[in-house]
Nanobody
Framework: QVQLVESGGGLVETGDSLRLSCAAS????????????MGWFRQAPGKVRDFVAA????????HYADSVKGRFTISRDNTKNTVFLQMDNLKPEDTAVYYC????????????????????WGKGVLVTVSS
């Protein structure tokens, strides 16, 4: 069984910070987590799921949506099968359900093209930013 479990969401005010975590478990990830490009997407109410950030298999390369560049930082710890999203200077427009994604066939730079074909998704965590 494969699981991606997000945590760290919540209600914050404009300008605050949050750190999301995504823990990967199961047979697939126990031995090959570092083979997967990892990323974060988000979906606001009534909108489509959008790419936020991605990190390469070894963690050395990252890719961000323009809307979060300079405010969000993605990272991973392959020893703990976990990926993180540090979100600073949060804005009301960042309000959404945030989903962790794992994809075997994509690079970090192209994960945004794979939204319809991601290998594994988490169930999501809600982030609400009040104005």
């Amino acid at each position: 069984q494969v699981q991606l479990v997000e945590s760290g969401g919540g209600l914050v005010e404009t300008g605050d910070s949050l750190r999301l975590s995504c823990a990967a478990s199961g047979r697939t990830f126990s031995s090959s987590f570092s083979s997967y490009t990892m990323g974060w997407f988000r979906q606001a109410p009534g909108k489509v799921r959008d790419f936020v950030a991605a990190v390469s298999r070894g963690g050395g390369a990252t890719h961000y949506a323009d809307s979060v560049k300079g405010r969000f930082t993605i990272s991973r710890d392959n020893t703990k099968n976990t990926v993180f999203l540090q979100m600073d200077n949060l804005k009301p427009e960042d309000t959404a359900v945030y989903y962790c994604a794992a994809d075997l066939g994509s690079s970090a730079q192209r994960l945004d093209e794979r939204v319809g074909n991601i290998d594994y998704w988490g169930k999501g965590v809600l982030v609400t930013v009040s104005s």
